[in-house]
C-alpha cells in the first residue's frame, strides 16, 4: 500500500530543536515534489517547507525561514525536516506530502497543494514556552 508514515514528534522546549522525518513506502517518490504541511488546531493549514524532486529548489514560509531545513533522500525515500530554534507558535501536527510536479519556475510550490499525490497523518510537535 502507498503511504507516507512521518516520525519524531515530541515535546520540546523553546528555542531547542527537532527533527521529524516522512518514510514512504509501496512506491517511490523520486520523481515528486514533497513538503511539509503543519496545522494547529483553530488555524488554517499552511504549507511550511517543500523541496522539488531533483532537490535543486526549497521553499519555506515566511514564519519558518531561517529555522527550518528540508531535505530529501531519494535512496532511503525519506523526507526530513530539521526545526531549530523552536517557538510555541510552531506548535502542530506536521505532515508530510507527495505532489505531481506540474509547475516550474520559481514560484512552482504555489501548486504544490493542488496537485498532491499522497500524504501522511502526522506526527505531533508542542513546543513548551
Known amino acids: 500500500q502507498v503511504q507516507l508514515a512521518e516520525s519524531g514528534g515530541g515535546l520540546v522546549q523553546t528555542g531547542g530543536s527537532l527533527s521529524v522525518s516522512c518514510t514512504a513506502s509501496g512506491r517511490t517518490f523520486s520523481n515528486s515534489n514533497m513538503g511539509w504541511f503543519r496545522q494547529a488546531p483553530g488555524k488554517e493549514r499552511e504549507l511550511v517547507a517543500a523541496i522539488t524532486w531533483t532537490g535543486g529548489s526549497t521553499y519555506y514560509a515566511d514564519s519558518v525561514k531561517g529555522r527550518f531545513t528540508i531535505s530529501r533522500d531519494s535512496a532511503k525515500n525519506t523526507l526530513y525536516l530539521q526545526m531549530d530554534n523552536l517557538k510555541p507558535e510552531d506548535s502542530a501536527n506536521y505532515s508530510c506530502?507527495?505532489?505531481?510536479?506540474?509547475?516550474?519556475?520559481?514560484?512552482?510550490?504555489?501548486?504544490?497543494?493542488?496537485?498532491?499525490?499522497?500524504w501522511g497523518k502526522g506526527t505531533l510537535v508542542t513546543v513548551s514556552p
Open positions: 506530502a507527495a505532489s505531481s510536479p506540474r509547475s516550474s519556475g520559481p514560484r512552482w510550490y504555489q501548486t504544490f497543494d493542488r496537485y498532491l499525490e499522497v
